[in-house]
């Protein structure tokens, strides 16, 4: 059988390009490490999703190494959290779910893409190498403020990220004098132990204490303040760990006014 040269060439071609799809959609598949969305996740209880461990304080966990969980409800018409903050150089396991009706986790510029289906809990691992920033947006129309449904990601460089918090309580008044007390407590999301310290700062007075936070745990540091080297007025005070403040303020009153009876 003669073929014509014209036919053979375009015989070629077609094969070329037979082969080059099905490369194409192999490399897609399993070259570049992205997983399919899974039922993994499993499901969940729309109506108890504050009683699941994962979803009752959602937000970033430290699993170990550069590996984090991220878990996210999705509601009309937010996120929650709204924003979030990821080091780069990690692997990051996001788990989301909906509290009420179908929505979409999209991370502009990522191939992060998933339903939110309530019931269902979708999950991904994403690597980010580089820090950056994208926004977070619903695409399954969810109703009236379906458009106004979005988030923000964080990567931030490594060494500027922790899961450090501090959290303060204290009077607002003393009696001139008396000896109070300013608690604090440290948090530390890590999976590792944290050795820092706190540093409280009233008047003109720098208080350090050193503190250990055991992984995924918090520590409570209590500073006494003498009222009497302060005298009587207010005094504004900060706890400060790793960068991390709270404060407020302390109002000493000399021992006849205020005097309300709680010394
Ligand atoms: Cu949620 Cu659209």
Known sequence: MNIHTYEKAWLAIAMVLIVGFIATI????????????DDDGGTIDPDTINDDERFSDPGVTHV?????????????????????????????????????????????????????????????TVEFDEPGEYGILCNEYCGEYHHTMEGKLNVVPEDEFDLTEVDTEAPDEAQLGNETTINATVSNGMNYDLETTATLEIGDQTVEQDVTVPGHGSEAVAFEVDTADLGTGDHDWTVTVDGYEDGDTLTVTSATEGGDGDA
């Open 26 to 37: 192999t490399y897609g598949a399993v070259g570049p490490g992205i997983a399919m969305i």
């Open 64 to 124: 170990s190494g550069n590996e984090y969980n991220v878990s996210v409800v999705a509601q009309a018409w937010s996120y929650t959290p709204g924003e979030i903050t990821v080091p780069a150089n990690s692997t990051v396991n996001f788990h989301v779910t909906s509290r009420d009706v179908t929505h979409s986790f999209t991370v502009v510029g990522t191939n992060v893409n998933t339903m939110v289906v309530p019931g269902q809990v979708s999950q991904m």
